[in-house]
């Protein structure tokens, strides 16, 4: 990927959606947003590795979802922890068995990604001062795309702090702030729509046209979180394994998006090469 040129430019150059490897790839004893998962997004030739930012309770900065602890630690939670305490703990496998894999701080991860794959820094919202001082000082401004809700103190803050980062606001109807984003000198690349629907406004046609005469992308996800929380309209991973990738990672390529967002980075590379076939 050449950050000297813009995301555009590199999106039409790619000929497909860019590939984000959530978390990493992890799996078996490997624990995702750990430095090894994150080696192998990349050496599986991730376009966008996504990441999660936590704070220890004396202002550290490390890569674990806010959150997660009880599943992946089985600690207290990070903001209870002071950095020396974070330092001691390891991460769990699949299997919740203790691993030799240390809770990666924020710093380490941006310098293994730095000049290798964009970045999509989630969890920005939390401290949106603190982690764009933390991305500047390691160098990756090009490289970083941050995302926060619609509410008026985050984009206050991305103004304030980062209006210079690639920014995606969360939507999950049809976009109503590009505007007001705009005006406020935030700068929009696109915007990452959640729906639960096939009929929501934000996975129409005619939005998905909107934002692409605006010169703006569009970010969708295929990763199941929560299979309560619907965000794909069910076009998703595990669709696309069990009856087959057209159904699933197809649809979302057909609707134009400009990013999938993947727990399974080879198997959908390995669909698209045999659809362009």
Not at 65 to 92: A, C, T, V
Not at 115 to 128: L, P, Q, S, T
Not at 197 to 221: F, R, V
Request: charged letters at 30%.
């Amino acid at each position: 990927m050449d950050f000297n040129k813009s995301i555009f430019e590199n999106r039409k150059e790619l000929n497909r959606p860019f590939l984000v490897a959530h978390r990493g790839v992890c799996g078996a004893n490997v624990p995702c947003n750990s430095i090894l998962a994150y080696q192998i997004a990349l050496n599986q030739g991730a376009d966008v590795v996504e990441i999660d930012v936590s704070k220890s309770k004396d202002g550290k900065f490390y890569v674990f979802h806010p959150g997660m602890e009880p599943q992946f630690l089985k600690s207290n939670y990070l903001w209870e922890l002071n950095s020396e305490e974070i330092d001691k703990l390891r991460l769990l496998n699949q299997d919740g068995v203790p691993t030799s894999y240390c809770v990666s701080t924020l710093e380490e991860v941006l310098l293994l990604l730095k000049d290798k794959a964009y970045i999509n820094v989630d969890k920005f919202w939390g401290d949106v001062e603190g982690i764009s001082q933390a991305i500047r000082k390691a160098g990756v401004e090009k490289q970083v795309i941050v995302k926060t809700g619609v509410d008026e103190k985050s984009l206050d803050n991305v103004a304030k702090y980062a209006p210079d980062f690639m920014f995606m606001p969360l939507v999950r109807q049809k976009d109503e702030v590009t505007d007001s984003l705009l005006k406020k000198g935030i700068n929009q690349i696109g915007t990452e729509i959640l729906f639960d629907k096939e009929s929501d406004p934000c996975i129409s046609d005619e939005y998905i046209k909107e934002m692409h005469d605006k010169g703006l992308l569009i970010w969708a996800n295929s990763i199941i979180y929560n299979e309560k929380d619907v965000i794909n309209a069910y076009h998703s991973d595990d669709i696309s394994l069990a009856k087959g990738g057209d159904i699933g990672w197809g649809w979302l390529i057909d609707k134009g998006v400009d990013f999938i967002q993947t727990d399974w980075l080879l198997m959908i590379k390995n669909y698209i090469d045999n659809r362009n076939k």
